[in-house]
């Protein structure tokens, strides 16, 4: 499967941003799905996880509560709706995915993942 993240740009501090990641060549649902991000220099880290149907999510506590994740299968599209964004949510952001045996897990470590989107930058400015 390949994904196509989009949806980044700069933003300011309090403010909103909607990450999506399209995916083709599969059956999305068969996959479960998260978003990691990478500053510069920062190593890569989790951010959000998703099950195939959907159903289980995680999130990093980093943005527990500002960030959801969410997404619709029909259309093979992941989403990370990002609210009151912070400085420090400036990154890029990826998407990734893994077929799974079930739709009802997900992962949260970036080595269970064998594909990955090109990333997509965030930009939260003070």
């Known amino acids: 499967v390949q994904l196509q993240a989009s949806g980044g740009g700069l933003v300011q501090a309090g403010g909103s941003l909607r990450l999506s990641c399209t995916a083709s060549?599969?059956?999305?649902?068969?996959?479960?799905a998260a978003w990691f991000r990478q500053a510069p220099g920062q190593v890569r880290e989790f951010v959000a996880a998703?099950?195939?149907?959907?159903?289980?999510?995680s999130y990093a506590d980093s943005v527990k509560g500002r960030f959801t994740i969410s997404r619709d299968n029909a259309k093979n599209t992941m989403y990370l709706q990002m609210n009151s964004l912070k400085v420090e949510d400036t990154s890029v952001y990826y998407c990734a995915a893994v077929r799974t045996l079930s739709d009802k897990y997900y992962w949260t470590q970036d080595h269970k993942f064998d594909y990955w989107g090109q990333g997509t930058q965030v930009t939260v400015s003070s």
């Open positions: 998703i099950s195939g149907s959907g159903r289980s999510t």
């Open positions: 060549g599969g059956t999305f649902g068969a996959y479960a």
